[in-house]
């Protein structure tokens, strides 16, 4: 059974940063690529951040520059470092991942979404 277990979520103040970790667990071959993804109540789930198994990295507009995805292949794992947030970047943050758990089956995974709440 493959999971992915988020840590990291909760409530900060505008200006203030949080870094959210997810480690992909089970039967796992490899893991290919691994993203970051939000969606607030009502709207559609939107890229967040995303990187390749070779590092290459891809940012949604609206955090460019202030948050930073990067990976531990050896402890499968991904983060988003989250700087200088913003109310807007309210939502509930899930961690996606791209796994291969036998030599005919890959399939994408999901994360059970940890919320991360921007508020004075």
């Known amino acids: 059974q493959v999971q992915l277990v988020e840590s990291g979520g909760g409530l900060v103040q505008p200006g203030g940063s949080l870094r959210l970790s997810c480690l992909a667990t089970?039967?796992?071959?490899?893991?290919?690529?691994m993203g970051w993804y939000r969606q607030v109540p009502g709207n559609q789930r939107e890229l967040v951040a995303e990187?390749?198994?070779?590092?290459?990295?891809n940012y949604a507009d609206s955090v460019k520059g202030r948050f930073t995805i990067s990976r531990d292949n050896v402890k499968k794992m991904v983060y988003l470092q989250m700087n200088s947030v913003k109310p807007e970047d309210t939502a509930v943050y899930y961690c996606?991942?791209?796994?291969?758990?036998?030599?005919?089956?890959?399939?994408?995974?999901w994360g059970q979404g940890t919320q991360v709440t921007v508020s004075s």
């Open positions: 089970g039967s796992i071959l490899s893991v290919n690529a």
């Open positions: 990187i390749t198994s070779g590092g290459s990295t």
């Open positions: 996606n991942a791209a796994v291969v758990t036998t030599y005919y089956q890959r399939f994408g995974a």
